[in-house]
């Protein structure tokens, strides 16, 4: 049972090891995406909905109407903020000229701050990976389990 339980926490120290630099990998492209390719516009707030973040804090997550330079017109609804916006309020957006459907509030730095702590995640995982297999290798029953040719 004692190997099974380990072999478990394995597995799922693994899944979120990944998944944490898979969020940070996300985050960056649309980051640095809408930060070289960015162009800004003007949209319009067409529904907000509030939700409760806990400690008093309420997030925002708003649906807008936004044209790019070709007047195309798109409809973007998980933009999240803390400004409490209502529908029919004018904001400035940026979208990638690349691939319009990504869009943020200019000024926005929501994506930017759980990008900071997915990054300091991702290497404090990465650093744990490195010392826990310096410590692996210097176990002397290491190399018992080694085939000898």
């Known amino acids: 049972m004692e190997k099974i339980e380990k072999i478990l926490l394995s597995v799922a120290a693994i899944v979120f090891s990944v998944s944490i630099i898979v969020l940070t990998l996300s985050d960056a492209k649309f980051i640095f995406g809408l930060a070289r390719h960015g162009e800004e516009t003007s949209a319009t707030v067409i ?3 509030s939700h409760d973040e806990g400690r008093g804090r309420v997030a925002y997550i708003l649906k807008v109407e936004y044209t790019d330079k070709y007047n195309k017109t798109y409809i973007k609804n998980d ?5 409490n916006l209502n529908p029919g309020d004018k904001i400035t957006i940026i979208y990638n000229k690349f691939s319009p459907q990504v869009a943020d509030i200019k000024g926005n730095h929501n994506r930017k701050n759980n990008f900071s702590a997915e990054l300091f995640a991702s290497f404090m995982i990465i650093i744990a990976v490195i010392y826990y297999y310096q410590e692996f290798k210097s176990n002397p029953n290491y190399w018992k389990f080694k085939k000898r040719y």
């Open 47 to 49: 529904d907000t909905k």
């Open 79 to 83: 933009i999240k903020t803390y400004k």
